[in-house]
């Protein structure tokens, strides 16, 4: 089962640790052992419970060779059976993304996104289930499959312009309303170095733009703004007792980590420095400091946004 490949991984380094000694501790006392998804590539059901498409359903539908998600895990349908796996396993935590265009739907009359009841409910469940076994969950709000009319109907696509910001705080705002009172680890974004990277400039993702690195950093940025006014929201929510006092959220930033080829040169140590801010530095910088990066507006200033 995919839901808990990755926990395997951690069981083998927490079982060789027990062996060099059984008094220490590897993790904190509150460390959560988890396993996580993606609403698109696990639950299927796409055109079920009044789920409309989402841009990777565009984008896979367009690529040679590549297989859409259409059924996927049948999470949708089977995630009873999977809370019971994961309790069999071990599991303390279970990190899932919301469907964006399962919980709304497009209205073309006001232009918005309007709630939808059948989609809401069904991560109603899904949280219930796991917390009635025991299991935490973790709620990611946006982990890449924007809705399509998000892409094709505002006037610039999706990620590329300023209006998705309020849409997509209109969004956070229905999560926080429905599910407040049942989640306490919220996450805003999953990885947007992936998606703005792999889908705004090297084609490897939705919607599959390249010969850009511009629109890659606008992207980025109204993602960074976008998570500041969730948080913004969640914190007003949190002081109205709609969202749990325990209630924290943040954002999953990824990079692969870089090492100087040869830690006494300069200028290696100094490339694998600039890598780590041009990956991690890029989102993680902004959100801590206000700006960005300062090695990122001496190299790239003319594509940055102020």
């Not at 073309?108 to 991560?123: H, L, Q, V």
Request: charged share 20%.
């Amino acid at each position: 089962m995919r839901l808990v490949s990755r926990v395997l991984q951690f069981l083998g380094f927490v079982a060789s640790a027990v062996l060099v000694s059984a008094d220490s501790r590897c993790f904190p006392e509150d460390f959560l052992f988890g396993s996580a998804t993606a609403s698109y590539q696990v639950e299927g059901a796409v055109k079920e419970g009044g789920r409309t498409p989402s841009i990777w359903d565009e984008y896979c539908r367009t690529q040679p060779g590549l297989k859409c998600a259409n059924v996927a895990d049948d999470f949708y349908h089977r995630y009873k059976d999977d809370v019971k796996l994961m309790v069999k396993t071990g599991l303390q935590s279970f990190r899932f993304s919301v469907s964006w265009s399962r919980v709304m739907n497009w209205d073309a009359e006001t232009s918005r996104m309007r709630p939808n009841p059948e989609g809401i409910a069904f991560y109603h469940s899904l949280i219930d289930e796991l917390s009635s076994n025991g299991i935490v969950p973790i709620l990611t709000i946006y982990h890449w499959d924007l809705p399509i009319e998000l892409h094709t109907q505002l006037q610039e696509e999706g990620w590329l312009g300023s209006e998705i910001i309020d849409h997509y705080v209109e969004y956070a705002t229905l999560l926080f309303n429905e599910y407040g009172n049942k989640v306490n680890y919220w996450t805003t974004f999953n990885e947007p170095l992936s998606f703005v990277a792999g889908g705004y400039a090297l084609g490897m993702g939705a919607p599959g733009y390249t010969g850009s690195l511009t629109q890659a950093y606008t992207a980025a940025h109204n993602v960074l703004l976008s998570h500041a006014q969730a948080v913004k929201r969640f914190r007003e929510l949190k002081t109205s007792s709609v969202i749990g006092d325990k209630a924290r959220i943040g954002i999953v930033l990824n990079a692969d980590y870089a090492y100087a080829l040869d830690e006494s040169d300069p200028a290696d140590v100094e490339a694998a420095s600039r890598k780590m801010e041009f990956d991690v530095g890029w989102f993680l910088a902004p959100i801590v400091t206000g700006d960005y990066p300062p090695i990122m507006r001496e190299i790239v200033a003319m594509r940055l946004a102020t």
